[in-house]
């Protein structure tokens, strides 16, 4: 909502938000969407985009969408969706933003290595930062998934901190070992 609302505050001819579910499963603020209709921005639900169109000049001049439809709930309530064949249609466009919640990457080094992930990839950590390898610490969109990144940054200021102390009370074990 940040993206549209600030475009169409900028004056954009026109501002369009596309979304591959509908309205009711869209996360994030329903009032900053009833702002953002307010304000003039369009809204086209059950969209995905498959290709960014350019001219022969590289410059963007649409977006290929596909049609999708709604399944049956998942176990957290969520419907599936998928798309809806011979739906593709292009959707004129001078500039694109992106604005796509992503999925974490499951990386196999971090479980080669004993990180512990949760079953979106995420990595685990507990009330200081630290992963299940110890002294080994994690914040941000790798923790959470997708946020702000003013998030990432209060997770990276907390894991800091997590990290001093960890540091500390280790150096404290250490002395005491030593004498």
Do not use: H
Not at 104 to 122: P, Q, R, S, V, Y
Request: a negative charge.
């Amino acid at each position: 909502m940040d993206c549209v609302r600030t475009s169409i505050r900028e004056k954009a001819a026109s501002v369009t938000c596309v979304y591959r579910r509908d309205e009711e499963s869209m996360p994030g603020s329903r009032k900053e969407v009833l702002a953002a209709k307010e304000e003039g921005v369009e809204f086209l639900y059950l969209k995905s985009p498959k290709k960014l169109i350019g001219d022969e000049r590289g410059n963007v001049i649409g977006v290929r969408f596909v049609d999708m439809e709604l399944g049956k709930p998942d176990a957290s309530g969520r419907c599936s969706v998928s798309e809806v064949e011979d739906t593709e249609r292009v959707i004129s466009a001078d500039i694109v933003i992106l604005a796509l919640g992503f999925d974490n990457e499951k990386f196999k080094w971090l479980t080669d290595n004993g990180i512990k992930t949760n079953a979106w990839g995420a990595v685990e950590v507990d009330e200081t930062g630290m992963t299940s390898v110890e002294g080994v610490f994690a914040g941000g969109d790798n923790v959470r998934g997708a946020d702000l990144v003013v998030t990432a940054a209060l997770d990276g200021r907390e894991a800091a901190f997590g990290m001093l102390d960890y540091i500390f009370e280790n150096e404290n074990i250490q002395a005491e070992k030593l004498s």
